[in-house]
């Protein structure tokens, strides 16, 4: 480790932290319904869409109203998006000719990219055509990302309504979404990677004749656009197989620093949003601060394992894996980030990890992405977190407890507790019956503690709905396919319905005024008792696991053993 890399992991938080409060601000007028300086342009859009779509901003719906609006909208978008990969071989914008996707592979995409996964068991330059690609893909990686902003901020309506029967129009909420904030940041974004050197052409690959005399076909295509969207969007789906490996993915260090920041941006503008909304921008902050806690832990922990490499190989760094353009600390730094949030974007392949540098992403994974997370999903994955620190809180001090002057009973606390334990339940439950069927076991590329990783990360990232890879498993096979599927459908549906539950049950209660006795939620002891909770559930229900597959493979590193 270096002071250049901790100065570069500084710049970055810092960057993240600048963003934070105007881009909740902003946010705050978008979901406000207050004018912003992109209404003039923006605002006939929204009316226009708004009415097509058969409603307005003053049609507010309850939370089974809402709940079944995001269900249709995600089927919908789901079966059309099935379809489109499987006629592509007879549609237009596809000069390679590539042929329809197979049944199974179909369906994953499909769910994976609604469920805002964007795990990927196929090699994008190869199997998916321009036309897949534009209106498949990227119209996907904004329509899931709206609908897991929508889901965060009627979570926050609840939170702030009183007495209130509804949760806001999620129709409204995907529109502002889109228009307001993912389509103009994403605009700018892709003329500055276009800048850097990302092709954006709809040109038939290239084919080069090599300095031995051999023939190279280079894929190219409309890549800037998808690779701004799927990084602020958290998404993470790319264009090519090496996802922001590949050169004409991420060819600059300012490329690298652009994804990375699109990242975390949103998410971590959430916490302020809350604030805003809430009332009391502390609030946020505190929020902010346990992310930030937990994050520069991780961090600290990778770039250490990676920086100290394989104790026996020698010194020097474990470079396997790693870009030299990006070097030791870009690669660390943006496998933290992308676990961090739901996004599932590599510039390094996690499966080279160390192996205590390849359980921190795991493990970001399993505590929900609560650590920033991916853009509204982190927002509400820590809420829920909120509420159980709040009800342990009062267990503690004898007392019902309250949460922004909402008391937290027993409804609350079963809502809450039914979304946390989807997780444990797809990610191991699927993980264990995988560890002993041979159809799985054959697409798994080592032996040993590393093979296990293999697997459990594999569950662990659809069912967080992350979509990032150990990258070593062969994942394209029928039972990968259908059953991480149904893991990126539990782990993004299952926790969703719950939460609107808990926020219709919040937007209902009335707000009962501080007392004395009333636990403080905007200062550190908060932050600390939040971080805490957030480890010991993770603890609890996923170190089994880890001691499986990472800490038992660092160990017998340690004693010379391997695989």
């Known amino acids: 480790m270096t002071i250049n890399g901790w100065l570069q992991i500084l710049l970055y938080c810092g960057i993240i932290v600048i963003l934070t409060r ?4 902003y946010m705050f007028r978008v979901f406000s319904g207050e004018r912003t300086f992109l209404s003039p342009l923006l605002a006939p859009a929204e009316r226009t869409i708004l009415t097509l779509a058969g409603t307005s901003d003053r049609d507010e719906q309850h939370w089974t109203r809402y709940a079944a609006s995001l269900l249709f909208f995600s089927v919908a978008g789901l079966l059309a998006l099935y379809l489109l990969q499987r ?13 329809g996707v197979a049944p199974d592979l179909a369906f994953n995409t499909a769910v994976s990219f609604v469920a805002n996964t964007n795990w990927q068991a196929y090699a994008g330059e190869t199997t998916m055509s321009y036309l897949t690609q534009m209106m498949g893909m990227n119209v996907q990686n904004f329509l899931s990302a709206a609908a897991g902003m929508a889901v965060a901020v009627a979570l926050i309506r609840g939170f702030a309504r009183r007495s209130a029967s509804s949760l806001g129009n999620f129709w409204v909420d995907v529109t502002r979404a889109v228009l307001h904030v993912l389509l103009p940041a994403c605009i700018v974004g892709t003329l500055v990677l276009v800048w850097q050197g990302v092709p954006q052409n709809l040109a038939p690959y290239t084919v080069a004749t090599t300095l031995e005399g051999g023939q190279q076909t280079i894929a190219q295509g409309p890549v800037a656009s998808q690779m701004m969207i799927k990084h602020l969007g958290t998404n993470g789906g790319g264009f090519f197989n ?3 490996s590949h050169p004409f993915e991420n060819p600059t260090a300012l490329t690298n620093l652009i994804h990375m920041v699109s990242i975390l941006a949103i998410g971590a503008a959430f916490t302020n949003l809350f604030g ?12 902010l601060a346990a992310m930030g806690v937990l994050f520069v832990i991780g961090v600290t922990v990778v770039y250490r394992a990676e920086a100290a490499g394989n104790p026996l190989i020698g010194a020097g760094g474990n470079w396997e894996g790693k870009e030299t353009r990006f070097g030791m600390v870009s690669s660390a730094l943006f496998a933290v980030v992308t676990t961090a949030a739901s996004c599932g974007a590599v510039n390094a392949m ?46 503690m001090v004898g007392r019902t407890p309250e949460y922004l002057g909402k008391k937290i009973e027993g409804r609350e606390v079963k809502m809450a507790m039914l979304a946390l334990l989807v997780l444990p339940l797809v990610m191991l439950g699927l993980t264990a019956v995988a560890v002993v069927l041979p159809e799985a076991l054959s697409s798994v590329l080592n032996g040993g503690p590393h093979g296990f990783s293999e697997i459990l990360y594999a569950y662990v990232s659809a069912g967080a709905n992350n979509g990032s890879a150990f990258a070593s498993l062969s994942a394209n096979t029928p039972w990968y396919n259908l059953t991480l599927g149904l893991a990126m ?19 209902a209660k009335k707000t009962v005024p501080a007392s004395d006795g009333t636990f403080p939620t905007h200062g550190p002891l908060f932050a600390a008792l939040l971080i805490g909770v957030i480890l010991v559930m993770g603890g609890l229900e996923f170190f089994p696991a880890l001691a499986l597959g990472p800490i038992v493979e660092h160990l017998a590193i340690l004693a010379g053993q391997t695989f």
Not at 87 to 99: K, R, V, W
């Open 22 to 25: 105007p881009l909740g601000g």
């Open 87 to 99: 006629i592509q071989g007879a549609l237009p914008l596809n000069p390679q000719d590539m042929p």
């Open 242 to 244: 090496a996802n922001a």
């Open 276 to 287: 805003r909304m809430a009332g009391d921008q502390r609030q946020g902050w505190a929020i």
């Open 350 to 395: 996690h499966g080279s990890l160390t192996a205590l540098g390849g359980m921190i992403p795991m493990l970001n994974m399993m505590l929900g992405e609560v650590v920033v997370g991916g853009v509204g999903a982190g927002m509400y994955g820590i809420l829920l977190f909120v509420i159980v620190a709040i009800f342990i809180a009062g267990l």
């Open 489 to 507: 459908l539990m782990g993004r549906f299952l926790m969703i319905v719950p939460i609107l539950a808990l926020a219709g049950s919040l937007g």
